[in-house]
C-alpha cells in the first residue's frame, strides 16, 4: 500500500477557477464622467447666476475646479484599485494551482504507515519548525493508543524548517502495523525547552477558490489550507 495513493484515493480532486466581471470598469468611468459633468454644470449655473458686484474671485474658482479634478480622480482610482484587486486574486490562484501533485508540509503532528504487497515499508515524512537553535532535539512517534514505538535523536537543529521519513520499524526492530501514527518533538538548548512547530506531510489535490477571492489548498484527508500555511514544498 503506497500511503500517497491511498491518500489520493479518499478524496476527489477538485479546482475551481474564479471568474471576474468585465463590467466594473465601465461602470466606474461612467460614474466618475456623470460625476463631473454635475459639477461643471452647477459650477455654470452659479457663474450665471453671481451677483455682478460681488463676483466669484480666482481662488473660489480655483477650488472648485479641483474639486471636480478630485472627485473624477478618486473614481478612477477605485476602479484601478478594483482591477488590481482582481488581478492579485487571480495571481494567488495560479501560484496555488502549481502546487498541485505536490507534497507539502503543514501544521500537523501525523504519519502514515502501509507496506507494498512485496512488503516494503512506505511512511509518510514527519518535521517540525524551530524558532531558535536547539543542541538537543528527539521526535517521539506513538500509535493510535498512544503507546510510544519509537524515539528517534535528531542531534541539534538550526532554526527553520526540517523535515525527516521515519524507516517505519519499532525500537524492537520489528515493523510498525500499518496505520495512522502521531508525533511530538521535543527540542532544548542549554536544558531550556525551545518551540517546536510539528509538520506533517499533505499531498495536495487541487486549489479551492471561495466567492470572496480567498484561495485554499485542497489537501484530501487533511482538509484544506492557505498557501500561506504552507512551510516546505517537497
Given at each position: 500500500m503506497?500511503i500517497?495513493?491511498?491518500?489520493?484515493?479518499?478524496?476527489?480532486?477538485?479546482?475551481?477557477a474564479?471568474t471576474?466581471?468585465g463590467?466594473?470598469?465601465?461602470?466606474g468611468a461612467?460614474?466618475?464622467?456623470?460625476?463631473?459633468?454635475?459639477?461643471?454644470?452647477?459650477?455654470?449655473?452659479?457663474?450665471?447666476?453671481?451677483?455682478?458686484t460681488n463676483p466669484?474671485?480666482?481662488?473660489q474658482?480655483?477650488?472648485?475646479?479641483?474639486?471636480i479634478?478630485?472627485?473624477?480622480g478618486?473614481e478612477?482610482?477605485?476602479?484601478?484599485?478594483g482591477s488590481?484587486?482582481?488581478?492579485?486574486?487571480?495571481?494567488?490562484?495560479v501560484?496555488?494551482s502549481?502546487?498541485?501533485?505536490?507534497?507539502?508540509?503543514?501544521s500537523?503532528s501525523?504519519?502514515?504507515?502501509?507496506?507494498?504487497t512485496?512488503?516494503?515499508?512506505?511512511?509518510?515524512?514527519?518535521?517540525?519548525e524551530l524558532?531558535?537553535?536547539?543542541?538537543?532535539?528527539?521526535?517521539?512517534?506513538?500509535?493510535s493508543t498512544?503507546?510510544?514505538?519509537?524515539?528517534i535523536?535528531?542531534?541539534s537543529?538550526?532554526?527553520g524548517?526540517?523535515?525527516?521519513?521515519?524507516?517505519?520499524?519499532q525500537?524492537d526492530?520489528t515493523?510498525?502495523?500499518?496505520?495512522s501514527?502521531t508525533?511530538?518533538i521535543?527540542?532544548?538548548?542549554n536544558?531550556?525547552?525551545?518551540?517546536?512547530?510539528?509538520l506533517?506531510?499533505?499531498l495536495?489535490?487541487?486549489?479551492?477558490?471561495?466567492?470572496?477571492g480567498?484561495?485554499?489548498?485542497d489537501?484530501?484527508?487533511r482538509?484544506?489550507?492557505?498557501?500561506?500555511?504552507?512551510?516546505?514544498?517537497?
Open positions: 503506497a500517497t495513493t491511498s491518500i489520493n484515493d479518499t478524496t476527489d480532486n477538485t479546482t475551481i474564479s471576474s466581471s463590467g466594473s470598469s465601465t461602470t461612467s460614474s466618475a464622467d456623470d460625476l463631473s459633468s454635475s459639477f461643471l454644470t452647477l459650477l455654470v449655473a452659479q457663474l450665471k447666476n453671481q451677483d455682478p466669484m474671485d480666482n481662488s474658482l480655483t477650488s472648485q475646479l479641483a474639486q479634478s478630485t472627485v473624477s478618486i478612477k482610482l477605485n476602479t484601478t484599485l488590481i484587486s482582481g488581478q492579485i486574486t487571480s495571481g494567488s490562484s501560484q496555488a502549481s502546487l498541485i501533485g505536490h507534497g507539502v508540509m503543514v500537523g501525523a504519519i502514515l504507515v502501509g507496506s507494498d512485496d512488503g516494503t515499508v512506505s511512511t509518510t515524512p514527519f518535521g517540525f524558532e531558535t537553535a536547539s543542541d538537543t532535539t528527539t521526535a517521539t512517534i506513538s500509535d498512544g503507546k510510544v514505538v519509537k524515539t535523536s535528531l542531534g537543529q538550526t532554526a524548517v526540517h523535515s525527516y521519513t521515519w524507516d517505519g520499524t525500537e526492530g515493523k510498525a502495523p500499518d496505520g501514527y508525533f511530538s521535543n527540542a532544548l538548548n536544558g531550556q525547552q525551545m518551540v517546536a512547530t510539528p506533517n506531510y499533505a495536495v489535490n487541487g486549489v479551492i477558490t471561495s466567492s470572496s480567498t484561495t485554499a489548498l489537501l484530501g484527508v482538509g484544506t489550507a492557505s498557501v500561506d500555511s504552507v512551510r516546505q514544498i517537497l
